[in-house]
């Protein structure tokens, strides 16, 4: 028999959490599949210090934790499992858990399945991402460990000049390694990274190895054109190479952008499915915070429920 959910939530990052939380407390009932990763981007970071309501900071982990905590405290049935497949031809949707193990037809669904950052996938970086030893892909959770210190950020998109130009505010240096000799970012960016000061550019180059043993001290960049190596004394090193929108089950049926991010409607979480809503990462290129995830998550359980009571 094909188990009947009211409100189904899909993922657990802050926007999936905060959906779950609104949900429960407006008695839909809702039913919350975890992935792969349980509490989502946050649980790989270290201290999150822009978090309201957390003056002395708070470990990402705890904070994901406090999240379940509360979605619990209300009654939101969260469930480990991956969503493999979705079918949003009618309703109930039906979702299909574990490659087929378990199925659920659901009057209404919440998308919370964020982002995933790229990363360049050498085995220096994965290390000092996990231990917190000095490589992040996001400068406004991690930019102000650096203070005073001088870091790199690779990559040469919007999200890498953005990086660079914040980090340039609170860093004594950052060296911008971009593996081509031009910027992908609009002009105005790349107008403001030209015109900062202490941003210099390593045109044309890869990170070959990030170097340290407990923490980042430096890199070794190769120059693509040349092949000559050189090493630079740093502290800490952000990726920007870009984000995956954790979408591809539901290219299909949703209305993705050109980067797969899913379109709503503006200023709501409306996507083109009646009865289908989308939060926080997975269809946001821009902010990416935990707060403006958790805000839409919030808008999601909202527009759920409007929806749910009037097609009741
Ligand atoms: P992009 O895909 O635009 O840029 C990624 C950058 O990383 C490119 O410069 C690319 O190099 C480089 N890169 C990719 N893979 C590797 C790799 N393996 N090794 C080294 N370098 C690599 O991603 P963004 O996150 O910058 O932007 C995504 C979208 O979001 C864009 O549309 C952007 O405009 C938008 N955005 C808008 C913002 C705003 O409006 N405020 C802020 C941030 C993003 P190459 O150029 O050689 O391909």
Redesign the pocket.
Known sequence: MVEKVHCLIIGSGPAGYTAAIYAARANLKPVLYHGLQPGGQLTTTTDVENYPGYPEGVKGPDMMADFHKQALRFGTDIRNGLVTAVDFSKRPFEITIDEGKHKVIADAVIIATGASA????IPSEQKFRLNGGGVSACATCDGFFYRGKEVAV?????????EATYLARICKKVYM????D?????KV?QQRVFNTNNIEMLWDS??DEILGEEFVTGVRIKNVKTNEKKEISLSGVFI????QPNTKIFKDWLDLD??GYIKTLPGTTITNIPGVFACGDVQD??Y?QAVTAAGTGCMAALDAERFLAEHA
Do not use: F, N
């Open positions: 790229k990363w360049l996938d690779v990559g040469g998109g919007d999200t890498a000049a953005e390694i971009h593996r081509r031009t910027l992908r970012a609009s960016m890869e990170v920007a190479i870009g984000h050109e980067q290129k821009i990416r």
